[in-house]
């Protein structure tokens, strides 16, 4: 059975959801306030563990549109979704309302319903497949599957009597299951939130393509730096080892008079001519496009950044997600359009599609 929470002037009302308290509803005036971006403090009251997973503390009442700040008002929601996507703009939307009521002197009021439909309960193998770069959405009992938010006035006619029957806890519960039906309530938003948002998913996407292209250039480094280093050697070695270096003569050389007949003695012995030897940046400069020929590879980046996934080193990234994919399949459950740009981005190297990197 829920019962009421009270951070006056907000109502909470708290269930049990696997046995752990968990906020299901959340109403109160909107009061738009600067909070300077805070960030938020403490994890949702049902205790889920956002840190290394895709899901951020959520505010059910926004911090800036006068929210508490206390567990009983944060919910696990997907963070880009949460932070810029249809939940954010929404709630813009609302702090636009709570000053245009204010304006007109009177108070906007919102109400926000959490419904728990997920049944899973194994957190630790979804937050290990996460950090593996899975895209799946998660299934925790304690993350939300869906939210309906409704705004009304304060003057709309009726609107004074369900704020009274709302303030009190006998008759909560009646008026929270009437609100949504009321002529006057406004709804704002119902979200579904049982698989990943897409802004999210993307987000997430790329981050996993980010890393296989990473993973792919520090390979290919690894290769080309082999293959420079051994080429190095090889050109620093001397043309013939069996051959000594020519030693500086003690000889005076004999000029050669017309008709003058030299001894044997006297003729200049003759040396076999070393080849000059490469200066170092000569020897770093063949070896490097030595490396290159064999393995494709341009050492032309210290860090793999946005500009370099593009136009360096694009068949070695390719050639990388082809056999990565091949070995594992699709454990990271990268959707059918995606999955589908890679497979035509692997079945034709040459051509590589830029926007999937």
């Known amino acids: 059975m829920p019962f009421p929470y009270r951070n006056a002037p907000y109502l909470f009302m708290i269930d049990k959801i696997g046995a752990m308290d968990t906020t299901v509803f959340a109403f109160g005036p909107v009061n738009p306030t600067s909070t300077e971006d805070r960030e938020p403090t403490v994890d949702p009251l049902n205790g889920f563990p ?6 951020g503390r959520g505010h059910l009442i926004g911090l800036f549109l006068g929210g508490p700040d206390i567990p009983h008002n944060y919910a696990p929601q997907y963070e880009q979704w949460q932070q810029g996507g249809a939940w954010k703009q929404m709630e813009t939307a609302i702090e636009a309302l709570g000053k245009q009521a204010k304006q007109c002197g009177t108070q906007l009021y919102m109400a926000v319903y959490i419904t728990h439909d997920h049944t899973g309960n194994n957190y630790a193998a979804e937050q290990a497949a996460f950090q593996q770069g899975s895209l799946k959405a998660w299934t925790d009992f304690r993350i ?3 939210f309906k938010v409704g705004t009304f006035v304060g003057n709309a006619p009726g609107a004074a009597e369900i704020v009274g029957a709302l303030n009190d806890n006998a008759t909560a519960g009646q008026a929270i299951l009437a609100l949504l039906s009321k002529p006057y309530v406004t709804l704002q938003g119902d979200f579904g939130h049982s698989v990943m948002p897409d802004p999210d998913y993307r987000f997430w996407y790329k981050n996993l393509i980010r890393g296989w292209a990473k993973e792919a250039h520090e390979k290919a480094k690894k290769e080309f730096l082999v293959l420079k280093t051994l080429k190095e050697a090889e050109l620093r070695k001397p043309a013939n080892p069996s051959i000594e270096p020519v030693k500086p003569s003690t000889t005076i050389p004999i000029q050669k ?7 044997p003695s006297q003729k200049k012995k003759l040396m076999p001519v070393q080849p000059p030897r ?6 770093t400069r063949l070896a490097e496009e030595h490396a290159a020929s064999l393995t494709g590879f341009e050492d032309n980046t210290e860090y793999l950044t946005d500009a370099t996934w593009k136009s360096a080193n694009v068949h070695k990234i390719v050639e990388y997600i082809r056999d990565h994919l091949a070995s594992v399949g699709n454990i990271y459950e990268i959707r059918p359009p995606e999955l589908n740009r890679l497979n035509g981005l692997l079945t034709a190297p040459g051509e590589v599609n830029a926007a999937v990197f």
């Open 50 to 55: 956002c840190a290394g997973t895709p899901l």
């Open 144 to 146: 939300p599957s869906s």
């Open 257 to 263: 008079t017309k008709g003058t007949i030299m001894k």
């Open 278 to 283: 490469l200066n170092g940046r000569v020897i």
